[in-house]
């Protein structure tokens, strides 16, 4: 097989692929082989009967048409291998030579990934929460703890944000009690705000034995309209808690000081509110990236092709599950039409980050060298327990190499552009990246330290 290939207009290259004669006929001896089995013919059982027999009965044209049609997809993938194209849509085969007779050979136009350049991604500028973490918010931690341990108590006095009251819940729409939004006896936490945010404002203040009135407006969206709520308070309450002593922490965590306790609550507030800032930046990051890349500029196959996945992704998930895409629409209340839709938007987010991507690779001279590739096969082999010689030569033979060197240099990118965007705080000032680098762990800090003395040494 011989094959070359074309740029065209309108982001298409034509792919040429050129055949012996010689080299079509197995193909076609193959194609007179699955023929027999489904032509009956006197005298001979299914798929015994001889080619020239089937030929002088149907005629060559008619195998000759199915060899094409199972073999020339064979032919074209492997020339698209070769020369690493790029497509993103299926392409549109057009023989040329061949049909009756001899050699063959044939076109595929097909539509490839376009090429853009984006700018400005140099100076993006990314809003993140700043990850301080107070003495007051360790305090809200540890009040917590002690809350584990809490009793109730009745009190006569007003309510308080923080206290619990035992009320009696009635909801009415125009005037009409409504199912499921009544309760006698019901413990509530004002300020909790799981109910409906105006229960805790109509609350506070109340004392046992007052009725409250109050509306608000339907808390799912699918109802319109105002609900009343008539709230009659029984009791109120509020939770003594237990004198914080190193004893108690002893008896009652796996600590043994406040100290400790609090030590530990002050390092996993601050873990992950810079977890939540460093998701921050890189969501930041992605939709500006995105945000630099025309929507003229995105094809619709590539569109199309990002949602198929993602729709196949989500078949495989639910079968998983032992679910399927009904199964999926009543438990979510969406349409399909809805579910699509979601996925089209998220798939035109994806492929315009990964045009984006490209470009800055290509900009910044963002290279994959083949040490990236050995640890990229490595980890894999080491989550599967195969080899990564085994792993990389199979996706070699696939021809998907350049897919995973694509999918490693976008990474490379997007890592780039993460370590020198600028970020702001809601104010605008600016914050040190420094501040979401994530603590050491006990075990990275000692095999730091255990570093620092090798090298001592």
């Given amino acids: 097989m011989k094959s070359s290939v074309e740029a065209l207009e309108g982001n298409k290259v034509k792919v040429v692929v050129e055949l012996e004669e010689e080299e079509f006929e197995k193909d076609l001896d193959a194609a007179f082989r699955r023929l027999a089995k489904e032509v009956r013919l006197p005298g001979f059982r299914p798929g015994k009967a001889p080619r020239k ?14 060899a094409f049609k199972e073999a020339l997809p064979g032919y074209y993938t492997e020339a698209v291998k070769e020369h690493e194209v790029d497509v993103i849509a299926p392409p549109e085969i057009d023989i040329t030579n061949g049909r009756d007779e001899g050699a063959v050979a044939f ?73 499921g939004m009544t309760a006698t006896d019901y413990s509530y936490e004002v300020g909790s705000g799981t109910i409906i945010a105006e229960m805790d404002e109509a609350l506070v203040g109340a004392v046992a034995a007052d009725d409250v009135e109050f509306e608000a407006d339907h808390p799912s969206e699918d109802e319109d309209g105002k609900l009343v709520f008539s709230v009659s308070v029984l009791e109120v309450q509020t939770k003594t808690l237990p004198e914080l002593t190193d004893e108690f922490v002893a008896e009652n965590s796996e600590f043994d000081t406040i100290e400790e ?6 390092s996993n507030l601050v873990t992950t509110r810079t977890n939540m800032a460093r998701t921050q930046r890189s969501n930041g990051v992605t939709a500006a990236l995105g945000g630099l890349v025309d929507d003229d500029l995105l094809p619709e196959a590539m569109v199309q092709m990002e949602t198929e996945n993602r729709i196949d992704d989500l078949a495989m998930r639910l079968q998983a599950q032992g679910l399927d895409f009904a199964q999926y629409m009543q438990y979510t ?19 315009k980050l990964d045009l984006a991507l490209r470009s800055i690779a290509g900009s910044e001279n963002i290279e994959v060298t083949d040490d990236d590739l050995t640890k990229e096969f490595t980890q894999a082999a080491e989550q599967i327990g195969r080899s990564a010689q085994e792993i990389r030569e199979e996706f070699a033979e696939r021809g998907q190499l350049p897919t995973v060197r694509s999918s490693l240099s976008k990474g490379k990118a997007l890592d780039w552009i993460v370590e020198r965007v600028k970020l702001v705080d809601e104010d605008g000032n600016p914050v040190s990246a420094d501040l979401l680098e994530l603590p050491d762990t006990p075990e990275e800090a000692e095999e730091a330290d255990q570093d620092e003395s090798a090298e001592d040494q």
Avoid: H
């Fill in 53 to 66: 027999v089937l030929e002088a009965r149907i005629g060559q044209g008619y195998a000759r048409d199915e």
């Fill in 333 to 351: 209340g969406q349409t399909q039409e809805d579910m699509i839709a979601g996925m089209r938007d998220d798939a035109v987010a994806a492929a």
């Fill in 261 to 266: 306790l609090r030590e530990d609550y002050r």
């Fill in 107 to 179: 076109d595929a136009i097909v539509e490839v990934r376009p090429s853009v350049t984006v700018e400005g991604y140099e100076g993006l500028e990314i809003k993140v929460d700043v990850p301080n973490v107070t003495d007051e918010d360790v305090d809200d931690s540890v009040k917590r703890f002690l809350g584990r341990f809490g009793e109730l108590e009745t009190v006569d006095r007003p309510v308080e944000s923080g206290d619990t009251v035992v009320v009696d819940i009635s909801t009415y729409q125009d005037g009409e009690l409504v199912d």
